[in-house]
Nanobody, 127 residues
Framework: QLQLVESGGGLVQPGGSLRLSCAAS??????????IGWFRQAPGNVREGVSC??????DYADSVKGRFTISRDDATHTVYLQMTSLRPEDTGVYYC????????????????????WGRGTLVTVSS
């Protein structure tokens, strides 16, 4: 059974950087066949897509373009989210999730259809 574990969250000042990791295990398909996404949820808000990666291409929410970079290492079954120039509005619980790449629609990094989720890691951007 596919399991995802996030790490790397923490408290950072505005303008700072963090790198989140999403480690996968227990997958029944070759790892490269999974689309992996990062999503976040701030208190009182709905969960929103931050960035997704599938079949060599990446999608980003407009709010993070130019500041966040998603990457994946298929050898170690890990997806990273490098976050720079962090803002207070980036605060929230960050989750990674997976779905079969064949049903991921490029440009639509949304929570719908992602069936496996990690437990999340908290990112707090505050001075």
């Amino acid at each position: 059974q596919l399991q995802l574990v996030e790490s790397g969250g923490g408290l950072v000042q505005p303008g700072g950087s963090l790198r989140l990791s999403c480690a996968a295990s227990g997958f029944s398909l070759p790892y490269y066949k999974y689309a992996i996404g990062w999503f976040r949820q701030a208190p009182g808000n709905v969960r929103e897509g931050v960035s997704c990666i599938s079949d060599g291409s990446a999608d980003y929410a407009d709010s993070v373009k130019g500041r966040f970079t998603i990457s994946r290492d298929d050898a170690t079954h890990t997806v990273y989210l490098q976050m720079t120039s962090l803002r207070p509005e980036d605060t929230g619980v960050y989750y990674c999730a997976a779905k079969y790449h064949g049903i991921y629609r490029s440009g639509f990094c949304v929570p719908d259809g992602f069936g496996t989720w990690g437990r999340g890691t908290l990112v707090t951007v505050s001075s």
